[in-house]
């Protein structure tokens, strides 16, 4: 097989969760472009307008509706995937939420509970889910969005819930990864640095932090969207045969310093 056949992912069904916008929406694309029929998971339907218009283009997209964090809603997409004959083959765990700038004392349960809920048993719901179908067919892979803040703990703002809950993710990545490599599903993460999308915009105190994480960033820049899901790409692909339980660092030298 040629370096470029290993990039495709002709006749491979990938399952991208959050796959509606920013980071999401562009695995969604990436993934499509290589070849794969991708099924988006979204909560609602107009945050799936984009990943659908793909469609235009010629690409293989379907939406199915559900929420990371209900876990029979996931078994349930899953199987239903199996029954139709093309399971998932693999499974790009994006759904997250942020919570950046809330101090670890002022950080209440409810926030604490949906920040796990979302970022790590949203993670595991359905790695388990679509990953057990891997398992019985001997392939698949997972790639799961953590962080550069399950690294390090970034300053200047206080972020405990988050960064707990994305070094969760990276362990998640490695244990899972320990037991599946004998049923021959590959399972590694990307821990991005700061990616301009919704997540980061919606704080306005961010506006103010940008300089002090670029002075931070030995690249001097923040990352786009699509550069994650060129990682995410790879990672899916046969290119990364031999890579599993890795946390893959796309952030611009950020976790150097
Ligand atoms: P966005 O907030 O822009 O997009 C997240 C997507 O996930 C949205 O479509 C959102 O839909 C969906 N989503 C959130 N919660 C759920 C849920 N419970 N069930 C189903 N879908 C859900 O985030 P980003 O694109 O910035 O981030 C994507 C991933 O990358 C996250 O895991 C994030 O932690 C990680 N990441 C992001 C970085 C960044 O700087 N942006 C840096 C490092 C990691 P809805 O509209 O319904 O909320």
Known sequence: MSYQEKFRLDGERAVVTG???AIGLCCAHALAEAGAAVVVIERNEADAEQ???LRDKGYDVELRLGDVTDSSRMEA???????SGRPATVLVNNAGIGQNGIAAEDVT???WLRMMN???NGVFWCSRSFGRHMVAMK????????SMSGIICNRPQPQTAYNVSKAAVHHLTRSMAAEWAQHGVRINAVAPTYI???MVAAVEAN???IPIWLNDTPMGRMGTPEEVASAVLFLASGAASLMTGAIVNVDAGYTCW
């Open 19 to 21: 796959g509606g916008r």
């Open 51 to 53: 990943a659908l218009a």
């Open 77 to 83: 997409i899953a199987n239903e995937l199996a029954e």
């Open 109 to 111: 349960d409810a926030d």
């Open 118 to 120: 979302v970022n790590v």
């Open 139 to 146: 392939r698949g892979a997972i790639v799961n969005l953590g």
């Open 196 to 198: 301009e999308t919704p």
């Open 207 to 209: 506006r103010e932090r």
